[in-house]
């Protein structure tokens, strides 16, 4: 059992930047690590993802550009680092681990956060 923890959510204006950050219990040599969300009354989507090698990035394409995934192999930790936010950023976003190559769909990650909930006012 992997456990995962985001943290770093909160209420930001528009233009502004937000970190959240997702730490698992065990290393993360072995699982891709993805970033979702999900606004009320929509589907959970596909944020961010890097791989298990920690050598391939990938995103969802209203967010290239300004966001950033990275993470801290020592620390167990995955960072997902948000600029010039919208209001249509706002959402809980949620951290998931899969054994293997990153993927689009959450139905492919075993291993799920809480969620941390960021909200972005105009």
């Known amino acids: 059992q992997v456990h995962v923890v985001e943290s770093g959510g909160g209420l930001v204006q528009a233009g502004e930047s937000l970190d959240i950050s997702c730490t698992l219990s065990?290393?993360?040599?072995?699982?891709?690590v993805g970033w979702f969300r999900q606004a009320p009354g929509k589907q959970r989507e596909g944020v961010s993802c890097?791989?298990?090698?920690?050598?391939?990035?990938s995103y969802q394409n209203s967010v290239k550009g300004r966001f950033t995934i990275s993470r801290d192999n020592a620390k167990k930790t995955v960072h997902l680092r948000m600029n010039s936010l919208t209001s249509e950023d706002t959402a809980m976003y949620y951290c998931?681990?899969?054994?293997?190559?990153?993927?689009?769909?959450?139905?492919?990650?075993?291993?799920w956060g809480q969620g941390t909930q960021v909200t972005v006012s105009v």
């Open positions: 065990e290393s993360l040599d072995l699982y891709s």
């Open positions: 998931a681990a899969r054994y293997g190559v990153c993927s689009d769909s959450p139905s492919n990650y075993r291993y």
């Open positions: 890097i791989s298990y090698s920690g050598e391939r990035t």
